[in-house]
């Protein structure tokens, strides 16, 4: 294997197997560090903006390289022990390393990069992280992953490596609530049958009647800021109806009921309307209702009752985004206001930027970190109508 080189002295064509001393000039969304070799980029996991590593080449594309840290030159000074003893080697968490606050504001950076170049959008329109309360044992649900280790003769329990499809047998994890990791102990003493490949361990919420397969937000620390976040957006556009597309167990409209004069939950799974309107029974109000069927499908008779000058609607899509079809939805029914929850910036600048060419403009943009440790963040914009 080739001897470690300075950038000045690396030969015109980089190999995989060659080992280059970087500096890390920027991080990049997902995690990893950015380093260059002239003006061609290297991706390296598990460092931070500043520092100086020494890197062994692991994969070359045209226009980009990635490679894995060997070992660390010259630190930054926001560089923290990891809690965590699978850190480096599984692939669930990327920022361990990294002290919280600098985490905070890498997200934050990193949003406002992906609002600029993906959306077109003026960085200013995003506004500061709310950090989370607990960055640590936060997380109520986990997906962990059985797999059999041929060499040992026995199941394994965990993570995907971050750098492959073998499973790090975990003994716990440190971002989970300590009751999943009691429940990760008992998958152990009585294993799943052979053919169940992924284990979901989750903690319900309480007062919250749901499926146990259903949707909800995976931590409990932050929600009532996320809660809160989307209170403000409705509160301030003054909507008297709200509409609460792909609503689940209707955790969000359930939570503003109190705002509008009226309100309409709308969800195409079973397993989530039957918990929603026991949720609402339980809560007694009386200004709403929930649907079973697809929002496309009812949302001209929903206008009928709810003039869209005066209606927001609320959607808190998958990790992909929104589909076009309920894109094109919103941008019919032309409400006063749309709330976008996202759990993914990239496809929510995407998403906001197709609104905005459609009828809309982003008033605000409020990202929480929903997820410390790793390299999600959700974020709340609130859009309206660009006639209002």
Known sequence: MDDAVSQSDLPPTLNVGDRVELTIDDMAFGGEGVGRIDDFVVFVPFV?????????ITEKKKAFA???PLKVLEASAKRVEPR????GTCGGCQYQHVDYEAQQSIKESQVRDLFERIGGFESSVVGNLVP??????YRNRIMVRRQWNKIEQRPVYGFLHWDSRLVIDLQNCHIAEPALNEQLQEVRENPPPRNMQKVVLRMMPDEWEMHRDSFFQNNFHLLPELVESVRQCLQDADSKYLVDAYCGIGFFSLSLADLVEGFVGIDIDKQCILPARRNLEERGHTNGEFLLGKTEEHMNELLERFPANETTIILDPPRKGCHQEGLDMLVEAN???VIYVSCHPATLARDLKWLCENGYTVK???PLDMFPQTQHVECVADLRRADS
């Open 48 to 56: 931070i903006t500043g520092e100086t590593v020494l890197v062994e």
């Open 66 to 68: 990635r490679a894995k």
């Open 84 to 87: 965590c003893e699978y850190f």
């Open 132 to 137: 989370c309360p607990e960055p640590y044992n």
């Open 335 to 337: 409400p006063r206001q």
């Open 364 to 366: 605000s943009v409020t």
